[in-house]
């Protein structure tokens, strides 16, 4: 008789706990979509200050190319000089232009994407920045190989004749440095960004329904007990 009792009070305790837990409140697990677009939308403006800050740099190689070309001493490695600067200038404003010009757009397109799919946002974001940070590093170390390698040539073309050929290698130098310095800091607001999405926590809320299964499991748990 005490292990048929002992047995029911198992069974009963068994049948309790599998209520409670079948009607414990689901969990919905979603990735906050204000964080997502709070760190995409400082991330949209920090494009928009590079736009301004690239382009800046490019009126300044151009108006230096054109210095040193019109109004230099009038030497053959100061018109040297002005040839890569002028190009890097025309190419340096171009960039600006074009992020100042598509940075709005992107925004917008996330909004939408934020509202319908936080998570997927988020896991596009993290995707891009991935795929814009090895494009960096792929640039950044042809642009070190151009300044050792434009500051090399320079250093060799010390004949009588070579004046504007080792104009072209100092300009070239110059600007290249000026990109690795332009394109480093681009890396590092993509790394700042992503480590940022990386870092967005889970928001858990109950789902539908989890609530009224509960009372349920309740109030069987409580009528088995009497």
Do not use: N
């Not at 960039?95 to 909004?111: H, K, N, Q, T």
């Not at 009224?212 to 009528?223: D, M, Q």
Request: overall charge positive.
């Amino acid at each position: 008789m005490v292990g048929r009792t002992s047995r029911a009070k198992l069974f009963r305790a068994l049948v309790v706990a599998a209520v409670a837990a079948c009607s414990a409140p689901r969990l919905a697990r979603a990735h906050d979509g204000a964080a997502v677009r709070t760190h995409a939308h400082a991330w949209f403006d920090g494009e928009r200050r590079s736009g301004w800050l690239w382009g800046s740099v490019g009126v300044l190689s151009l108006g230096a190319a054109t210095g040193l070309y019109r109004f230099g001493a009038g030497s053959d490695v100061e018109r040297g000089m002005a040839y890569p600067i002028g190009a890097f200038g025309v190419l340096q404003t171009a960039i600006g232009v074009g992020s100042l010009l598509r940075g709005s757009g992107r925004a917008d397109e996330l909004d939408a994407l934020v509202l319908r799919s936080p998570e997927e946002a988020r896991r596009r974001e993290i995707d891009r920045m991935r795929t814009l940070r090895q494009a960096f590093l792929a640039i950044e170390i042809v642009e070190a190989l151009v300044v050792v390698g434009a500051a090399g040539y320079a250093a060799t073309r010390t004949s009588p004749g070579q004046e504007r050929s080792r104009g072209v290698g100092l300009g070239l130098a110059m600007e290249g440095g000026a990109m690795l310095l332009l394109d480093g800091i681009a890396a590092a607001r993509a790394s700042v960004y992503a480590g940022q999405l990386d870092a967005i926590s889970l928001s858990v809320a109950p789902a539908a329904g989890g609530r009224g299964l509960s009372l349920v499991g309740s109030f069987l748990a409580l009528s088995w007990h009497c």
